[in-house]
């Protein structure tokens, strides 16, 4: 082991890693560790208009594909996320959303909505939200949403989603993407604070129960870093189980299936993953369609009667998408995906061939026009009942874990997206949409029957990139994590990403994840305080900063 020690290592340098280094950077030396790349090497995942650049950017997203699901006709889904600073708050939509104040209530005492509204808050005062003004196109949407039952309402971060609509939270300001790389750590030095990207964190190192030291790769050389104080796993709910998984803990017999020596029986890790499956109904307008972002949503009771939904725990959102903002990019991310199965997918020469055709076929000025008055409903399942997991395939930190998230795999999960369709074809059918065309594309925007609608289900269904609850906080015994997110067992090892969720929001998890490391840094740090006098030891580094961050 290499001498080098810091008194916090932090693995991962996402939206939740980011609040977290910052804060902690005030009370001891910290590494952050980030897989991918520096920002300043994709400019656009530092822009608001970069997201469709950076969702088609190989260095940007890591490539992962589901186990096949049964519920999606057996076929595989992408399941990819961000990479480098700043992770999926870097190429996500920049949707800011809480959740609803009754997602809250199945989560455990002192994690309700009044409880965390306090780190909401403290996370918004430095990213800065506001919604974008709707263009003409926007407001039909909203009219004819309106008309099915919904009530408008902008902002959309009081806790109460049930049957409204509206132009969503955005973090953003004029030009600039404001993820939690960008308020926290870009833009104001912070002391204290090493960042060292392209370092994939490999495993743990455990002396008894106490994370001594992380073992990582960078350059192709294994380094390990000595742990002083406290080990925070941010590396988002696919890959801080599998890393916990990799390093001993979790469930008994799949890690000694797998050749892993067991540090700690903990048979929660990897289970309860959660996600936001979605399909997209597709519809031709008259005319061009005049929006570029994501940014009208709305929530509804899917099974509550037209009119009457408000009030309701939604369990269904619905999204206005713009076609020609960004489904050429989409393309050039899926098309491979779709076409280069397994290993192909990895030869580079094939991905960029069928870019490159999917490049040339957008310049067609037909298919231009086409595109540019397409728009779609997205049909969300927000408050899925199916439970997914994450199960270990080898002793091999290289090695993939096998993901299944479970698509619809509860009867409850495909009724409401059954109704959730139903809801969908409710706006379209209103006059605000009629007048502008809303002719159906899509097989799920006609009436068929119910075998051919769930046909089209199964190839449509794609993730809404909201993974959590692989590493779920509670009293309960099969909770890995107190609810001070501290990993049951271990003596100084927590999680502060949105692998601690008991329960999915019904709304988007860049919000959610970063309040939970809001709150993940005031434990760590009123825990600090307590014992100031303590024999724990510190390591007083300098700070180091990798080439291309900002000092």
């Known amino acids: 082991m290499e001498s080098e020690g810091f008194d916090y ?47 088609a950017n190989d260095a940007l997203m890591w490539h992962r594909m589901s186990a096949p699901q049964a519920h999606c006709g057996g076929r595989s889904v992408f399941i990819g996320t961000g990479r480098g600073m700043g992770g999926s708050g870097s190429v996500n939509g920049m949707v800011y959303t809480r959740g609803d104040r009754r997602d809250f209530d199945a989560w455990p005492k002192d994690w309700q909505w009044d409880d ?13 939200i506001s919604p974008r003004p709707p263009t003409p196109f926007a407001e039909a949407f ?44 870009h833009d104001a030095p912070v002391p204290g604070l090493t960042i060292r990207t392209g370092a994939t964190a490999r495993r743990i190192v455990f002396v008894g129960s106490r994370a001594i030291a992380v073992e990582y790769e960078s350059g192709g050389k294994v380094t390990t870093v000595a742990v002083g104080r406290e080990l925070v796993l941010a590396a ?29 029986d903990a048979p929660g890790v990897g289970r309860n993953l959660q996600d936001h499956p979605n399909v997209c109904i597709f519809y031709r307008a008259d005319a061009p369609v005049d929006f570029q972002y994501p940014q009208v949503y709305g929530f509804d009771a899917a099974r509550a009667p037209e009119g009457g939904q408000r009030g309701e725990t939604p369990d269904t959102c619905y999204v206005c998408y713009a076609a020609p903002a960004s489904l050429q990019q989409s393309m050039q991310r899926m098309v491979p995906v ?19 055709m999917v490049n040339l076929a957008f310049r067609l000025p037909p298919l231009r026009r086409f595109v540019g008055s397409i728009f779609g409903i997205v049909v969300i399942l ?13 002793a091999d930190p290289a090695v993939p874990p096998r993901i299944d998230p479970a698509y619809y795999a509860t009867e ?8 959730g369709i139903g809801r969908a074809h409710a706006i379209a059918a209103k006059p605000g949409l009629r007048r502008a065309g809303a002719r159906p594309l899509s097989a799920g925007a006609k009436p ?19 993974f959590c609850g692989s590493c779920r906080m509670g009293d309960e015994a099969e909770s890995p994590l107190d609810t001070r997110l501290r990993v049951k067992g271990l003596a100084n090892v927590r999680v502060a990403d949105a692998s601690a969720v008991p329960e999915i929001p019904v709304s988007a998890l860049n919000a959610p994840s970063m309040m939970i490391a809001w709150r993940a840094a005031d434990f760590i740090l009123a825990e600090q305080d307590a014992t100031a006098t303590a024999d724990v030891p510190s390591f007083e580094q300098p700070r180091r900063i990798h080439a291309g961050e900002p000092a």
């Open 9 to 55: 290592v932090i693995v991962g340098g996402g939206s939740a890693g980011c609040v977290a280094a910052a804060r902690l950077a005030a009370a001891g030396s910290v590494l952050l560790l980030e897989a991918g790349d520096p920002a300043t090497a994709h400019p656009e995942s530092l822009s608001s208009d970069g997201f469709k650049y950076a969702f």
């Open 412 to 419: 409850e999960d495909r009724a409401v997206m059954r109704a």
């Open 116 to 128: 965390v509204v306090p780190a909401f808050e403290a996370v918004e005062a430095r990213l800065g």
């Open 236 to 264: 988002g709910a696919l890959v801080t189980p599998h890393l916990l998984m990799i390093s001993g803990v979790g469930p008994r017999a799949e890690l000694q299936a797998a050749g892993v020596p067991l540090v700690l």
């Open 338 to 356: 779709l076409a280069l199965p397994g290993r192909l997918y990895h030869a580079r020469t094939l991905r960029r061939l069928l870019r490159g």
């Open 142 to 185: 909203l009219s004819a949403a309106t008309d099915a039952g919904f009530e408008r309402r902008d902002h959309m971060n009081d806790g109460d989603l049930g049957g409204v609509v509206g132009c969503n939270d955005m973090n953003y300001a004029g030009d600039q993407r404001r993820s939690s790389y960008r308020a926290f750590l």
């Open 382 to 394: 927000g408050k899925p009942t199916a439970r997914g997991a994450i199960h270990l395939a080898s």
């Open 448 to 466: 068929v029957s119910e075998k051919a609608l769930w046909k089209w289900v199964h190839g449509a269904t794609m993730t809404t990139f909201h």
